[in-house]
């Protein structure tokens, strides 16, 4: 596990500041020298706080944003009510009250272009953080009987493609409904499939 909790508040400006131009224009588009004038320094002055440049800054910025996803998303998933839709709403909550992420994104774009050592890092990282509990708390509504046998892989992969969908409507789709509101609609089309409400079973 990672403790990000003793970064210094210069180191948490660097890593915000990072994040956000990476989340905006995409590992390969930006630049050390788009970072250090953000943070109004010279580019000189940032290679001192990450001499392996930006493929070291992108990779401390994924760890620390996926480490504070797991603990938000489990602490989520710890106060539901022990069902399948209470624990649904509580990942969908945290997600959608989080900053966009698109998640999905920087796993097939952003770090492909990294090295294979720091590809493999980050997603099996990004498993442990995302993938892992979501696919639990399928497990174990499928070992309660609450739904049919599936790969709980599956669906948390599903899940969080549609969360990612949901706060990639709510940033660059004008109109769409708030982002609650369509993990609703995700939520009822997981529990209740897309039969009405009142259809009586085969």
Same mark, same amino acid.
Not at 37 to 54: F, M, N, W
């Given at each position: 596990?990672?403790?990000?909790?003793?970064? #210094?508040?210069? +180191?948490?400006? @660097?890593? /915000?500041?990072?994040?956000?131009? !990476?989340?905006?224009?995409?590992?390969?588009?930006?630049?050390?020298?788009?970072? $250090?004038?953000?943070?109004?320094?010279?580019?000189?002055?940032?290679?001192?706080?990450?001499?392996?440049?930006?493929?070291?800054?992108?990779?401390? =910025?994924? &760890?620390?944003? !996926?480490?504070?996803?797991?603990?938000?998303?489990?602490?989520?998933? /710890? +106060?539901?009510?022990? %069902?399948? $839709?209470?624990?649904?709403?509580?990942?969908?909550?945290? !997600?959608?009250?989080?900053?966009? =992420?698109? @998640?999905?994104?920087? &796993?097939?774009? %952003?770090?492909?272009?990294? #090295?294979?050592?720091?590809?493999?890092?980050?997603? @099996?990282?990004?498993?442990?953080?995302?993938?892992?509990?979501?696919?639990?708390?399928?497990?174990?509504?499928?070992?309660?009987?609450?739904? +049919?046998?599936?790969?709980?892989?599956?669906? $948390?992969?599903? !899940?969080?493609? @549609?969360?990612?969908?949901?706060?990639?409507?709510?940033?660059?789709?004008?109109?769409?409904?708030? +982002?609650?509101?369509?993990?609703?609609?995700?939520? #009822?089309?997981?529990? /209740?499939?897309?039969?009405?409400? %009142? $259809?009586?079973? /085969?």
């Amino acid at each position: 596990m990672n403790d990000f909790s003793t970064i #210094s508040d210069s +180191r948490h400006r @660097l890593l /915000d500041t990072a994040q956000a131009l !990476f989340h905006e224009r995409g590992y390969r588009a930006v630049t050390m020298q788009d970072i $250090a004038r953000e943070l109004g320094i010279r580019q000189a002055s940032l290679y001192y706080h990450v001499p392996d440049g930006k493929e070291q800054l992108f990779v401390e =910025m994924a &760890m620390r944003n !996926f480490e504070q996803h797991r603990i938000g998303l489990q602490a989520a998933l /710890d +106060r539901a009510d022990g %069902d399948l $839709a209470s624990a649904l709403r509580a990942a969908a909550g945290w !997600f959608t009250a989080q900053p966009p =992420m698109n @998640l999905l994104g920087m &796993m097939h774009a %952003d770090m492909p272009a990294l #090295s294979p050592e720091n590809n493999r890092r980050l997603t @099996l990282y990004a498993t442990h953080c995302f993938f892992e509990p979501i696919a639990a708390m399928f497990a174990e509504a499928m070992a309660r009987g609450e739904i +049919r046998l599936m790969q709980p892989d599956l669906l $948390a992969g599903s !899940f969080l493609a @549609l969360m990612d969908g949901v706060s990639y409507s709510s940033e660059h789709q004008p109109g769409t409904p708030p +982002r609650r509101v369509m993990a609703e609609a995700i939520i #009822s089309l997981i529990l /209740d499939g897309l039969r009405p409400r %009142d $259809a009586k079973g /085969d």
